[in-house]
């Protein structure tokens, strides 16, 4: 059993920077990969940036060089700085946790909502 709880601003503006912050409580161990989706009016779900266990990350192409996940296994918490925001990047951001082969599972946040706008 695993929950995320998502947490950060909701309002920044065309250039700006803010932080996600994703907590895990549960069975943490189980966790291998850490993501942040997210998804805007009128599209799908996508993935921005995901993390293993061992600190490995991918990007989007659209966060890459912008956007930084990071994750503090001892804290149990997943960051996603994302700097030089544009409109864009509005959408409702999801934290995902994925379980590893030996407890093969999906965990979702209940979704955070950014909006960049003057």
């Known amino acids: 059993q695993v929950q995320l709880v998502e947490s950060g601003v909701d309002l920044v503006q065309p250039g700006g920077s803010l932080r996600l912050s994703c907590a895990a409580s549960g069975n943490i161990f189980s966790i291998y990969l850490m993501g942040w989706y997210r998804q805007a009016p009128g599209k799908q779900r996508e993935l921005v940036a995901g993390?293993?266990?061992?600190?490995?990350?991918n990007y989007a192409e659209s966060a890459n060089g912008r956007f930084t996940i990071s994750r503090d296994n001892t804290k149990n918490t997943m960051t996603l700085q994302m700097n030089i925001l544009k409109p864009e990047d509005t959408a409702v951001y999801y934290c995902?946790?994925?379980?590893?082969?030996?407890?093969?599972?999906?965990?979702w946040g209940q979704g955070t909502q950014v909006t960049v706008s003057s």
């Open positions: 993390i293993t266990s061992g600190g490995n990350t």
């Open positions: 995902n946790a994925e379980g590893a082969a030996w407890a093969p599972s999906s965990y």
